[in-house]
């Protein structure tokens, strides 16, 4: 298959009423036939690419259009404003800058308490640092995460939004991630079932509750315009090939770009195809987290974000009789991700109904957090 299966998920939609159990009426029965269809699509797809759209979900479109406006408003803000709140040690969500050459690194991390430690020159020295390496662009994206409203209960640092953005960019994001908080649970019943668990499998205390680590964060590809002279064979990587840690992603993209690999590793062979853009859908991937539990019967697959470029004329660069010469342009393209993270405390072991004699258990047992901090470990080369 070239191309990700799309899935209307609305039968699913049926089975979170009445207090999320499943009940006797039809449309709540997980053996009635447009469930069934919806649960094949998704084990399908779960196996062949652990990719694929769905359409239908229920998320209220005005939370959408808020959050994807405040996320631009916001991208265009000063960067003295968006660096107020850098991602630490200590938070792991916040303002981050990466240069996307392959490999995914930050090359800016600036709170207000490193100005503030700076002392009065300090403070210019630091924002004239911001804006030379906001400026090194073109192959670099800028992103702003979230993590949990109950930081208590999950044990993740309580939410920071920057000061000096409107108090309607924290609404819109607080919005965003209720909805898609509900979004997961959705589909968390339609994975269960599709791995032959009980449908509130993965929503059981203690492993996807009110202290699960989920997190969200708004995407910002800034345009590209690049000369004619360059080789346009080369792909221009915007976000570098990855998988995400965790159960599975929520993504919305607002344009052409993201890829997903064929082959299980990125080298001269690799085949990537493109996932089609499509405004109306999300689309999801499953995490190493769910590739693990299900003893790798499903997958978590390799994926990136490459420019798409359009010819166009550059205005900006005329000849002496007025000609404008070509300029490819790649327009700005932004995204947000809800990444699923399951409770710190909760632990993974392959499913029994992922293993037998074929599929003897391939991993030991791990906590949900432990794995999160291996992969993460792992991304920035120490372990
Ligand atoms: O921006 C996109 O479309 C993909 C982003 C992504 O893969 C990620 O943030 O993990
Ligand atoms: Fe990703």
Redesign the pocket.
Request: glycine fraction near 8%; avoid cysteine.
């Given at each position: 298959m070239t191309t990700i299966p799309i899935i209307d998920i609305s039968p699913l939609l049926a089975l979170h009423s009445n207090n999320n159990t499943v009940n006797n009426n039809k449309n709540n029965d997980p053996n009635n036939v447009p469930i069934k269809q919806t649960i094949q699509q998704l084990a399908t797809a779960c196996q062949t690419h652990g990719f694929f759209a769905i359409i239908h979900h229920g998320v209220n479109t005005d939370i959408l259009s808020r959050a994807w406006d405040e996320s631009q408003r916001f991208f265009d803000l000063h960067p003295s404003i968006k660096t107020n709140v850098g991602m630490t040690e200590e938070y792991p969500y916040g303002y981050e800058n990466y240069e996307s050459l392959g490999v995914e690194r930050s090359i800016l991390v600036h709170d207000t308490n490193t100005r503030e430690r700076d002392g009065g020159d300090g403070k210019d020295f630091a924002r004239d640092k911001v804006e030379k390496r906001m400026s090194l662009g073109p192959d670099s994206k800028e992103t702003f995460s979230i993590g949990p409203m109950n930081s208590i209960q999950s044990g993740m640092p309580s939410r920071r939004f920057p000061q000096g953005a409107p108090p309607s960019f924290d609404e819109a994001l607080t919005d965003y991630y209720a909805a898609m908080e509900q979004l997961a649970r959705t589909l968390f019943r339609g994975l269960a079932l599709a791995l032959d668990l009980n449908d509130d499998y993965f929503l059981r205390e203690g492993i996807f509750d009110e202290g699960h680590q989920c997190a969200l964060?708004i995407?910002n590809y800034p345009e590209l315009v690049e000369h004619e002279d360059v080789n346009r064979d080369e792909v221009r990587i915007r976000?570098g090939a990855?998988t995400?840690y965790g159960a599975m992603?929520i993504?919305k993209?607002g344009g052409p770009?993201?890829q997903l690999c064929l082959t299980p590793e990125e080298d001269d062979g690799a085949t990537w195809i493109d996932v089609p853009h499509m405004s109306e859908a999300f689309v999801i991937n499953l995490g190493d987290l769910m590739q693990r539990w299900t003893n790798d019967r499903w997958r978590s697959t390799l994926?990136r974000?490459v420019a798409v470029f359009d010819k166009d004329w550059d205005e900006r660069n005329q000849d002496e009789e007025g000609e404008a010469s070509h300029v490819y342009r790649s327009q700005r393209r932004q995204?947000i991700?809800f990444f699923v993270n399951m409770n710190g405390d909760a632990t993974v072991v392959p499913f029994e109904t992922c293993v037998d004699k074929d599929h003897p258990r391939r991993y030991g047992p791990i906590k949900a957090s432990e794995h999160l901090m291996q992969r993460h470990l792992r991304s920035m080369g120490k372990s």
């Open positions: 964060r995407l976000a990855h995400d992603t993504l993209s770009g993201l994926h974000v995204s991700a």
